[in-house]
């Protein structure tokens, strides 16, 4: 029997190839295996019932190989077999070059896997510390991969010719490293290199010669996967200051690198979900609650908040720095042992522009931010910053940074409008470009979507140079069309004046005369569809579901500022049923960055504006704040924002005494929310919110009972708290009479302000516990960071409901 199978997924730069061979040598079946543009082709003959099994095997072949799909080419047929007697009766063929889709997806960098570890601290074996140690289960792929199909060429490793016993490696099919595409040793490997503000370069022992800088309070900058980090002592005060004062970065919080779970112990609370999420070969940084006594001795690391981003080491030269911290000890036990060392690991850029990725960029732009450069001449193409996430009580994610680790894993989009699976070229093409802060960019290629790793806010002119190359990049990258465009409302955000130039150019591509569809998608309504393109596969998502959509800003179907909004989301459709009552934002953005202003917005709307002069005299604009508040409210830019109402909170407690303004984006939020952990959990306040025949969440009795607390001096935690439980309360009674208005069973819960973890876990909560279906984010970020995904989803079943794929 023949049958030829095409199968598709995360099948590239991860061992598919050499362990198809091996299972088919195994099961004494004949054939090849090769990478195609379109991911991996396997020729087989043999027995049915064997082939049988092979094929079923692969659903279930070890990670970081993900099947997708498989697809028999034709139909079996009883063709002559090859000569079994061959020795090469099974082998792994040359990759087939062409021009189709491609439906395949490079695996994503991971972290050093436990077997490239033993070797690495053997000093017996030939790659006794080497500092680019890999092997197909593990190490960079997507940040270092030109294009596809995944081949060494294709590679920023095809300038490293291999050695001999790295190509006698990749040759036998006894070897670990059997077809590794960027096999590579000290020998014939890169280099690394420690490159001081001098001009001098130590070449002979660079890691030793880091870490004795760090030692001496020194910060460094230092390539990993996908860009460089800029890294000190966490234990040294002093060079966290410099570190801050160089970065501009007063007070948001930094990542710290510990080297295992031992050495986390003293500093931050870790349960099981999250000691898992640590471990993983993606190696996230996971926000812990710190201990007492990181809050005591580590202040400065993440200022008046109760959390600390933790990751451990993913790459050799992190490995290293801590081989050496403890001895250069022989094997492996010290992995698992305590140690002292701790280092900040923070993105390496200056204020608003993407992570640094080469060493001529890191060397002119890190000069007034770096010491010295720990460099290597493996070129980065690709960038991807380091994921951030934090973990539920029931052991899932709420992403808020998708990058290195997770991006661009696909997501599988199954068919909602009749098509059949198999053919990839029958769904619409979408191309989505997201909003302004944490951006990120989509594109759907027939059943799945391929979200980018993160990019950042598009404020910078470099940040949009970077956005634009990207979005110019993946379409080609993937040799895929897009049908349509897809943005955001806003018509100031550069990713919409993107997209709208992007159909013009686009349809130049594709040789059309008119422009491709730009469909905008409202913010909010966006944030709900990236939930749903998560449950894709749920029966539920192809009904009617109840959206609780709750972020800073958004522009609103009516021209406004929204940001808690109540929505019926049916595909592409959606109707706003409520709304959080409104406020002022005197100021425009600066009521953002002082929530003070929202404070003063708030009692006003409590009827109570003359208390503003007394609470607030310590800012010199109060008096004109408190006149302009009085006399042109109706002409004030105003907002159905949870975040301004965060803020307002926040502004009446004072969390950012002594300061008056955030440092960055939703500090004052963040503060409010850490300040609340002291008093967790509370009752919500009896009748502290009422909602309106027209669905309004009227928010005035919690702030009023705010408002007297903290004029009576009352424990700003336990006001805190109080009101996180009882906002929460009243987002859960919302959300069930709407269900019940709208006879819908399913609540989707988007938007960045469900990052609070006090306020995600209580109305989950809440809603369960009366029998309602509740969905969050959980592979994606839940605020910007996931908006590009929610769009994409929108225009395409917009795309397929019209008839227009």
Known sequence: MHRRLAVTGVVQGVGLRPWVWQQATELGLIGWVRNTPSGVEIDLHGDTAVIDTLQTRLWTAPLPIKVEQIKVLGAPTTQEAPDPSSPKAFEIQSDLSGTHTRATTIGTDLGVCTRCLGELFNPDNRRWRHPFIHCPQCGPRYTL????????????????????????????????????????????????????????????DPIAATLALLRDGAIVAIKALGGFHLCCDARQASAVARLRHRKRRDRKPLAVMMANMASVQPWAHASEHEQRWLQLSERPIVLLQQTAQAQRDLPYLAPGLAWLGVMLPYTPVQHLLFHDACGRPEGTAWLTQAQDLMLVMTSANTPGTPLVTDNQTALMDLAELADAWLLHDRDILARNDDTLLRVRHDGSACFLRRGRGYAPTPLALPDSAGQTKDEHTLAPSILAVGALLKNTLCITQGERALMSPHVGDMDSVETRVAFTRLADIWPTWLNTQPDALACDLHPDFFSTILAAHLTQTRASTASRIDPLPLIQVQHHHAHVAAVLAEHSDDKAASGPVIGVALDGHGL??????????????????????????????????????????????????????????????????????????????????????????????????????????????????????????????????????????????????????????????????????????????????????????????????????????????????????????????????????????????????????????
Not at 689 to 705: E, F, G, N, V
Not at 733 to 750: G, H
């Open 145 to 204: 991969a030109r294009s596809l199909p995944f081949d060494r060429v294709h590679t920023s490793m095809s300038k490293f010719l291999p050695c001999q016993r790295c190509d006698h490696e990749y040759a036998s099919s006894t070897d670990r490293r059997y077809h590794h595409q960027t096999n590579a040793c000290p020998d014939c490997g890169p280099r690394l290199c420690l490159r001081q503000a001098d001009g001098s370069e130590d070449t002979q």
């Open 556 to 805: 609103g179907e009516d021209g406004h500022a929204w940001g808690g909004e109540l929505l019926w989301v049916h595909g592409d459709q959606t109707q706003r049923l409520g709304h959080l009552l409104p406020l002022s934002m005197p100021g425009g953005d600066q009521a953002v960055r002082e929530p003070w202003r929202m404070a003063a917005a708030a009692l006003h709307t409590l009827g109570r504006g003359h208390e503003v002069l007394l609470r607030f005299a310590q800012h010199a604009q109060a008096p004109l704040l408190h006149s302009w508040l009085s006399q042109s409210v109706h002409q004030q830019p105003h907002s159905t924002s949870m975040g301004r109402l965060f803020d307002a909170a926040a502004g009446m407690i004072d969390v950012l005494a002594p300061h008056t303004h955030a440092a960055y984006e939703a500090e004052a939020a963040m503060r409010l929310e850490s300040l609340a952990l002291q008093s967790w959990p509370v009752a919500p306040l009896a009748q502290g919110w009422s909602i309106t025949a027209s669905m309004t969440l009227d928010w005035r009795p919690l702030m009023h009972w705010v408002a007297d607390q903290s004029t009576d001096k009352a424990a700003p935690s336990h006001v805190a708290a109080v009101f996180h439980a009882t906002v929460a309360a009243a987002l859960a009674d919302w959300a069930q009479q709407a269900c019940r208005q709208e006879s819908v069973r399913t609540v989707v819960l988007a938007g960045g302000c469900w990052a609070n973890r006090l306020l995600d876990d209580a109305v989950y909560e809440h809603l369960q516990a009366h029998g309602l279906t509740v969905w969050r984010a959980q592979q994606y970020p839940c605020g910007d960071g996931g908006i590009s995904l929610g769009q994409a989803w929108v225009a395409r079943r917009r795309m397929l409901r019209m008839g227009r794929a």
